[in-house]
């Protein structure tokens, strides 16, 4: 098979994800905002990141927070409007930043004019774009259940038949098998990559060959066709970054989507290592400790099986999942260590690294009262389990360490009213913790989590280990130590790390012997041997 993306400036990038609506606020409404971001460009660059992948900001009525969209080829008023888009891309280049869109094609918001024809009649030329069954009010076609609560299926009287949705009502599913509803995507997104973007995150792609009748959502009979023929319609037509978000995935399928030949994505999200603290077969909200000698070894197999078919995207956090030092790390007495240890995990490893904002300063989960969430999953969540005989005290635990909105407070920049965030009310609390925890406060400090991300980033420029380098997984059974090697043309590299708050000792010592380390997230080694709480090394070999 041709490699095709053996050069592709994604495999030395690093990735740093926005969420618009929580990033900086420009106007002062209390919402993140397009022109907000431009603010932060040279924050950006500091940070040393390639580029910006933004959650939506289409037009939106925002029943999820932007991913149920009305116009695809508008900017929602509340984040800017198009010509802010067209700035902020041409500002982003020139401080060597691409913009990543977020593209949501499995639904459209029911608002989106597509559907508003679609509602009008069974014959409207519009009504084949999303997925309807003939039926009657209270006889739904079958027991299939949406992710944010209640059945998938909706009546609309006017026309007697039921449409399907995935996620929200507000969130009517599209109809892939329709070539009409292809074409149109195809042309937006040809329309989008002129304007010059960078690339594309593609939400839920894995759930748009869906066949309701068989019960199947993801990875449904017609997937990969309809991918290929999506990625030779535009992506191909471009140098640009493509990635799928993928639940469904296995390291087969990765291989698939992944493939040297760029016949269909640059890479996917796959999330086996973000589920394994959840009791397994259950919801993410049924908590359960983590398992880290089998987080090592599904990692490792991720990095083993990728190397030379596929690519890997490697990330720990996004917005919709809680902040990675509260979820495996500590925050409170460890909260730098455990951070950069956990970033030092992640980055050493052979893919692409995504930064999820406030990441690199070690932000953490909330602790709300169930009246200051805004989440449409955890509000739905909480109703559920409220009537289904949880106690509260259970669900809020749930929701504290799981929660969507942990991650998606206000980027905190610095310790005055709202945080440097906004001058208005912010639409969602700001975290306490704004007074210790802030970007200000991180720049003018060498040894924070931000200068730590930092030099990560300059290490994979540095050094093509990183990026080529094979992986080999040591200490597999060891119950405290993520130690790993990459190798490439003749270098070596170490990456050596206690994964808890214990000091633990390590076998390793004659393999890094005289050695130079890159990194440490301590600032002088005593007892070579011991690693203590949460303590992360580079070692060139
Ligand atoms: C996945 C997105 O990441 C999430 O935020 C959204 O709610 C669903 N897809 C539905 O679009």
Same mark, same amino acid.
């Given at each position: 098979?041709?490699?095709?993306?053996?050069?592709?400036?994604?495999?030395?990038?690093?990735?740093?994800? /926005?969420?618009?609506?929580?990033?900086?606020?420009?106007?002062?409404?209390?919402?993140?905002?397009?022109?907000? %971001?431009?603010?932060?460009?040279?924050?950006?660059?500091?940070?040393?990141?390639?580029?910006?992948?933004?959650?939506?900001?289409?037009?939106?009525?925002?029943?999820?927070?932007?991913?149920?969209?009305?116009?695809?080829?508008?900017?929602?008023?509340?984040?800017?409007?198009?010509?802010?888009?067209?700035?902020?891309?041409?500002?982003? +280049?020139?401080?060597? %930043?691409? /913009?990543?869109?977020?593209?949501?094609?499995?639904?459209?918001?029911?608002?989106?004019?597509?559907?508003?024809?679609?509602?009008?009649?069974?014959?409207?030329?519009?009504?084949?774009?999303?997925?309807?069954?003939?039926?009657?009010? +209270?006889?739904?076609?079958?027991?299939?259940?949406?992710?944010?609560?209640?059945? *998938?299926?909706?009546?609309?009287?006017?026309?007697? &038949?039921?449409? $399907?949705?995935?996620?929200?009502?507000?969130?009517?599913?599209?109809?892939?098998?329709?070539?009409?509803?292809?074409?149109? /995507?195809?042309?937006?997104?040809?329309?989008?990559?002129?304007?010059?973007?960078?690339?594309?995150? =593609?939400?839920?792609?894995?759930? /748009?060959?869906?066949?309701?009748?068989?019960?199947?959502?993801? !990875?449904?009979?017609?997937?990969?066709?309809?991918?290929?023929?999506?990625?030779?319609?535009?992506?191909?037509?471009?140098? %640009?970054?493509?990635?799928?978000?993928?639940?469904?995935?296995?390291?087969?399928?990765?291989?698939?989507?992944?493939?040297?030949?760029?016949?269909?994505?640059?890479?996917?999200?796959?999330? @086996?290592?973000?589920?394994?603290?959840?009791?397994? +077969?259950?919801?993410?909200?049924?908590? *359960?400790?983590?398992?880290?000698?089998?987080?090592?070894?599904?990692?490792?197999?991720?990095?083993?099986?990728? &190397?030379?078919?596929?690519? !890997?995207?490697?990330?720990?956090?996004?917005?919709?999942?809680?902040?990675?030092?509260?979820?495996?790390?500590?925050?409170?007495?460890?909260?730098?260590?455990? *951070?950069?240890?956990?970033?030092?995990?992640?980055?050493?490893? &052979?893919?692409?690294?995504?930064?999820?904002?406030? @990441?690199?300063?070690?932000?953490?989960?909330?602790?709300?009262?169930?009246?200051?969430?805004?989440?449409?999953?955890?509000?739905?969540?909480?109703?559920?389990?409220?009537?289904?005989?949880?106690?509260?005290?259970?669900?809020?635990?749930?929701?504290?360490?799981? +929660?969507?909105? !942990?991650?998606?407070?206000?980027?905190?920049?610095?310790?005055?009213?709202?945080?440097?965030?906004?001058?208005?009310?912010?639409?969602?609390?700001?975290?306490?913790?704004?007074?210790?925890?802030? *970007?200000?406060?991180?720049?003018?400090?060498?040894?924070?989590?931000?200068?730590?991300?930092?030099? =990560?980033?300059?290490?994979?420029?540095?050094?093509?280990?990183?990026?080529?380098?094979?992986?080999?997984?040591?200490?597999?059974?060891?119950?405290?130590?993520?130690?790993?090697?990459?190798?490439?043309?003749?270098?070596?590299?170490?990456?050596?790390?206690? $994964?808890?708050?214990?000091?633990?000792?390590?076998?390793?010592?004659?393999?890094?012997?005289?050695?130079?380390?890159?990194?440490?997230?301590?600032?002088?080694?005593?007892? @070579?041997?011991?690693?203590?709480?949460?303590?992360?090394?580079?070692?060139?070999?």
């Amino acid at each position: 098979m041709a490699d095709r993306n053996e050069q592709k400036w994604w495999k030395t990038s690093v990735i740093y994800q /926005i969420y618009p609506r929580s990033f900086k606020d420009s106007d002062g409404d209390g919402i993140g905002d397009l022109n907000g %971001i431009i603010e932060k460009l040279d924050y950006l660059e500091e940070l040393g990141i390639d580029a910006v992948w933004l959650s939506p900001v289409c037009k939106s009525p925002q029943d999820d927070n932007g991913y149920d969209i009305s116009d695809y080829q508008d900017i929602d008023p509340l984040f800017g409007s198009l010509q802010d888009m067209e700035r902020l891309i041409k500002e982003a +280049g020139e401080h060597g %930043i691409k /913009i990543i869109m977020d593209l949501v094609l499995n639904h459209t918001s029911d608002e989106h004019r597509w559907f508003l024809e679609a509602k009008k009649s069974k014959d409207n030329p519009y009504h084949d774009y999303y997925v309807w069954r003939d039926g009657e009010e +209270g006889v739904l076609p079958n027991d299939m259940r949406a992710c944010f609560g209640g059945p *998938a299926w909706e009546w609309v009287p006017e026309l007697s &038949q039921y449409y $399907f949705h995935q996620f929200s009502v507000k969130q009517p599913d599209l109809n892939w098998e329709n070539e009409a509803v292809r074409r149109e /995507i195809y042309e937006m997104i040809l329309w989008w990559m002129d304007k010059g973007v960078g690339g594309f995150r =593609l939400d839920v792609i894995d759930q /748009i060959a869906k066949e309701p009748d068989l019960k199947i959502t993801g !990875n449904g009979p017609r997937l990969h066709e309809f991918i290929r023929e999506l990625s030779r319609e535009t992506f191909q037509k471009g140098d %640009i970054v493509t990635v799928g978000e993928c639940w469904g995935a296995d390291t087969e399928r990765a291989k698939l989507y992944s493939a040297p030949d760029g016949s269909e994505f640059s890479m996917v999200f796959q999330f @086996e290592h973000i589920m394994l603290d959840s009791v397994p +077969g259950r919801e993410k909200w049924d908590l *359960a400790p983590l398992p880290f000698v089998k987080l090592k070894e599904v990692l490792n197999k991720w990095q083993c099986e990728l &190397q030379g078919s596929g690519w !890997n995207s490697l990330f720990w956090d996004n917005h919709d999942l809680p902040r990675i030092v509260s979820r495996w790390g500590n925050d409170k007495e460890y909260r730098t260590e455990s *951070a950069k240890m956990l970033a030092t995990v992640l980055h050493g490893m &052979q893919g692409t690294p995504y930064i999820y904002q406030g @990441e690199e300063l070690g932000m953490t989960n909330t602790d709300y009262e169930i009246g200051e969430y805004r989440d449409i999953e955890t509000l739905h969540m909480y109703e559920e389990r409220l009537e289904a005989g949880y106690s509260k005290e259970e669900i809020m635990r749930s929701i504290h360490a799981k +929660g969507r909105d !942990n991650a998606r407070t206000p980027m905190q920049w610095n310790c005055g009213e709202g945080a440097g965030f906004t001058d208005g009310t912010p639409w969602i609390r700001i975290n306490g913790n704004y007074g210790e925890i802030n *970007a200000e406060r991180e720049l003018a400090d060498p040894q924070s989590v931000f200068h730590y991300y930092k030099r =990560l980033i300059h290490l994979r420029k540095e050094y093509p280990v990183f990026v080529h380098g094979s992986f080999q997984l040591l200490l597999e059974d060891d119950p405290n130590i993520f130690a790993y090697v990459r190798e490439w043309e003749g270098v070596r590299l170490l990456v050596l790390c206690n $994964f808890f708050g214990s000091e633990t000792w390590c076998s390793l010592k004659e393999m890094w012997e005289g050695k130079k380390w890159l990194l440490c997230n301590y600032q002088d080694a005593e007892n @070579e041997e011991i690693l203590r709480p949460y303590e992360a090394r580079m070692i060139l070999l």
